[in-house]
């Protein structure tokens, strides 16, 4: 990363460092690394926001195992290392991640495809993943892989967020399983609220 001189950046300037989807482990290596990275581009009080963002979300689902599967949210363990490591003068990036989506995501017309139905839920360190045949064949199924949520011990509750009130919803049956873009919708929903209590507990930097 070049230097950037102070005076070309008045408080109206982001400065955003989209690490797509690396590898982020060893954490502590990697942070090391950006930290004296983000020391080369000069005084970091001078932008407007100072954000990391990242994600070690799946491009694909093709290697999940069908049933329940755990994946750790690397994004966000290795965005608590990092601020963790840097110096107590240094500015502290604000998180940011790319929810549930792979930044290499295609969107693809799913009436020419049969995708497995699948549910993503996060927790404060880990994604708790659901997936079963295809959904196409079987919406109905979207009830059972909502009740293993419901029942997993992970689940917020379904005040937590519109999003938990769904999947407590479509977990009874007092929802029916609609499509793929809701399954999606209420898991980003939920993501976003997730993500939000995390930096609430951990802290954000401004």
Known sequence: MAPVPNDA?????DLIIDLGAPNFEPYSAFSGALV?????LGDLFAFR???VVGTAFPKTFGDVARGADTLPRHEWLFY???VAT??????RPNFGDYTIVHPEFTPMDMRMIKSASKLVYATADTWELRKGGAFRDHPEQMHDLCESIVSSGKFRAAGFSTG????????????GPSNQTRRKDVAINHHI???LD???IHGGAL
């Open 193 to 195: 609220t997730q993500v």
């Open 80 to 82: 608590r290392t990092l």
């Open 36 to 40: 004296v990275a983000s020391h080369r």
């Open 198 to 200: 995390d930096l609430s």
């Open 49 to 51: 926001n100072f954000v």
């Open 164 to 175: 938990d009130k769904d999947i407590a919803r479509c977990a009874t049956r007092d929802e």
């Open 9 to 13: 950046c008045p408080l109206g300037c």
């Open 86 to 91: 840097m110096p107590d003068e240094m500015r």
